[in-house]
């Protein structure tokens, strides 16, 4: 039993729950060279995009995500509520695109500006969907063995990185299903 006040210092949001844990964080359950079908969030910053990404992977019948260096930890307590739980069942890899090369993937990079239109490219197969920085997408020169966009209309500049993720995880998942 904690004394009175313990609960709203430790946690981190304005009105917690009375409850509390203190867990060891699992290795993934999964090789990556196993996987047929992952999203690479390369450098995500918000916690709240990750999150996002993660329940749409898992939603849509993914594998795993895999985190490059320079994202935000799959841990943050704001990663966690994003995620809904999709991060306690979805294996979160640490790796960059040569180990998700190495692993024989197909990466497929999305851009804004760049690519053949999501819904006519192939995304079957072993693939690794790699999705950038919210700031700074995925560079013009990122290892990938091809590019994909999203076609849209009007004057934004581009989707958020979370809901482009979306869009696509469930376009691969629609044309699994109708493979």
């Known amino acids: 039993m904690l004394g009175p006040g313990v609960i709203d210092r430790l946690a981190s949001t304005e009105s917690p729950q009375p409850v509390l844990a203190v867990v060891r964080i699992p290795a993934p359950p999964l090789d990556l060279a196993a996987a047929g079908l992952v999203v690479v969030a390369?450098?995500?910053a918000d916690p709240g995009n990750l999150g996002t990404i993660l329940r749409s992977a898992e939603a849509a019948g993914f594998?795993?995500?895999v985190v490059t260096a320079g994202s935000?930890?799959?841990f943050n307590p704001k990663v966690v509520r994003a995620s809904a739980g999709s991060l306690f069942r979805m294996p979160?890899?640490?790796a960059d695109l040569t180990a998700v090369h190495a692993a024989g993937?197909?990466?497929v990079g999305t851009s804004s500006h760049r690519g053949s239109a999501h819904t006519e490219a192939?995304?079957?197969g072993r693939i690794a969907l790699v999705v950038g920085n919210e700031a700074r997408?995925?560079?013009d020169d990122a290892a990938v063995d091809e590019w994909v966009t999203i076609r849209h209309h009007g004057r934004?500049?581009?989707l958020n990185v979370a809901m482009a993720a979306t869009v696509l995880c469930f376009e691969a998942a629609r044309q699994r299903a109708n493979a």
Do not use: C, Q
């Open 72 to 74: 935000v930890d799959p």
């Open 105 to 107: 993937l197909r990466t």
């Open 42 to 44: 390369d450098r995500i």
């Open 63 to 65: 594998e795993a995500v």
């Open 122 to 124: 192939d995304l079957t």
């Open 137 to 139: 997408g995925l560079p």
């Open 156 to 158: 934004a500049e581009s």
């Open 92 to 94: 979160v890899l640490h």
